[in-house]
């Protein structure tokens, strides 16, 4: 969108109007709420700092309870995460601050209006994803959260942040995908997600997902039960995404015909995979060998995404990940993707992503002498 100034336009249904210097003349309506008002007049320090006034008129088909949450929750969010003035007066939202931030406030309600228009809901978690992805200058929030990988029950399941995106991309277009990142990224949700959307499309034919069992080491032999029954606690994190993403009948029985197998790695030895949409999760807890076994099990018309984080392996003390060397080797092959994660990418409690980051820090730290 080009941009002039004292000129309105349209920016979808919505128009934006900006005004420069001082901007003390505009009518207000203000409505009493904690923090700030909604709609109240900037103090003088603002107004002597303030350069820029946006506004953005809201299309009267649109319910400003939807834009704006109950009680105003999602433009508390807003004020919340800006410095600028946030006046809402009938269906016409003004933001006044600097030019650089209040053109980022326009965009984002903006954004959040193409979203409700798409028939997305919003929520407090997704005004927190978009807001966060505004303040990023990387992507557009639509171009983001408007992905959907996968429908089901209703509900739409894609990507939250843009290391999502670029993962999903990723998946769609490669062979092989490597994911790797802290727990809470939606490395295996997405993956399961698109491989279910393939199948769903007649892309592939089946899903295999697999993961190393390395937790149970020789103590699997003590556990009671049969083979299945020892190594089925460790693949429960599988089973829970397929569940919530397909009917547990119909799951059940594509299971029984083998169209979607859930088994551990050392199963995956002397095959080959045609016509099928493979997932390694919890890839840091394979050996180099493991990894170049699981990798050459790979057949005509099938796809591989390999998940994990190399910071929490579970492998013997002096063992090599696999996924740890593994883009060493496989660097500029085509076809092969490599997909990092970070803790903005982490889709849980905020804490989570303040914990990820802190042990990030400390990895970071140069070693202390004695240490």
Same mark, same amino acid.
């Given at each position: ?8 336009r349209?920016?979808g249904?919505n ?6 210097g001082p ?8 409505v ?6 909604r709609g ?6 603002d107004?002597?700092k303030?350069t820029?006034?946006v506004k ?13 949450g109950r ?6 969010l807003v ?9 809402v ?9 600097s ?15 193409a979203?409700?228009?798409?028939g ?5 978690a997704?005004?927190g ?5 505004v303040?990023?200058?990387?992507v ?9 990988v996968?429908t089901?029950r209703g509900?739409?399941?894609g990507?939250?942040?843009l290391g ?5 991309? #990723?998946?769609?277009?490669?062979? /092989? =995908?490597?994911a790797i990142? @802290? %727990? *809470?990224t939606?490395?295996?949700y997405?993956?399961?997600a698109?491989a279910?959307?393939a ?5 592939v ?5 697999t993961?190393p069992?390395?937790?149970?080491g ?12 020892k190594i ?13 993403m397909?009917?547990?009948d119909?799951l ?8 979607i197998?859930v088994?551990?790695?050392a ?9 099928a ?14 990894m ?6 790979l057949?005509?018309?099938?796809? #591989?995404?390999?998940?994990?984080? /190399? =910071?929490?392996?579970?492998? @013997? %003390? *002096?063992q090599r ?7 060493e080797?496989?660097t500029?092959i085509?076809g092969i ?6 803790a ?8 989570v992503q303040?914990?990820?980051?802190a042990?990030r820090?400390f990895?970071e ?7």
């Amino acid at each position: 969108m080009s941009r002039r100034r004292d000129d309105v336009r349209g920016g979808g249904a919505n128009r934006r109007r900006y005004d420069s210097g001082p901007p003390g003349s505009r009518g207000r309506d203000p409505v009493s709420h904690s923090g700030k008002e909604r709609g109240g007049v900037p103090g003088q320090h603002d107004l002597a700092k303030a350069t820029t006034q946006v506004k953005i008129l809201v299309p009267g088909s649109q319910p400003m309870v939807a834009l704006l949450g109950r009680s105003d929750e999602f433009l508390k969010l807003v004020e919340a995460a800006f410095e600028s003035q946030i006046v809402v007066r009938g269906n016409e939202i003004t933001i006044t601050g600097s030019e650089g931030e209040a053109e980022k406030v326009a965009m984002l309600f903006e954004e959040l209006l193409a979203l409700l228009e798409r028939g997305h809901v919003l929520t407090q978690a997704g005004v927190g994803q978009t807001i966060e992805l505004v303040k990023g200058d990387d992507v557009r929030p639509t171009e983001v959260l408007g992905d959907r990988v996968l429908t089901s029950r209703g509900r739409s399941i894609g990507p939250k942040t843009l290391g999502q995106k670029k993962y999903v991309d #990723a998946l769609r277009r490669s062979t /092989v =995908t490597f994911a790797i990142g @802290p %727990a *809470g990224t939606g490395k295996t949700y997405l993956a399961v997600a698109t491989a279910v959307k393939a199948l769903q499309d007649s892309d592939v034919r089946r899903i295999i997902l697999t993961r190393p069992a390395v937790e149970a080491g020789e103590r699997l032999g003590f556990l009671p039960g049969t083979l299945y029954e020892k190594i089925d606690p460790y693949m429960k994190p599988l089973y829970d995404a397929l569940y919530e993403m397909m009917d547990a009948d119909a799951l059940q029985r594509l299971m029984e015909r083998g169209t979607i197998e859930v088994a551990p790695l050392a199963f995956m030895r002397g095959r080959t995979v045609n016509d099928a949409f493979i997932i390694l999760d919890e890839g840091q807890n394979t050996t180099p060998e493991q990894m170049k076994m699981f990798l050459t099990r790979l057949g005509f018309g099938s796809k #591989a995404a390999i998940n994990g984080d /190399v =910071t929490q392996t579970d492998l @013997p %003390a *002096g063992q090599r990940s696999g996924l740890a060397v593994i883009e060493e080797i496989l660097t500029d092959i085509q076809g092969i993707e490599f997909i990092h994660m970070g803790a903005r990418d982490v889709v849980r409690h905020k804490i989570v992503q303040d914990i990820v980051e802190a042990y990030r820090r400390f990895s970071e730290r140069p070693a202390s002498v004695g240490e």
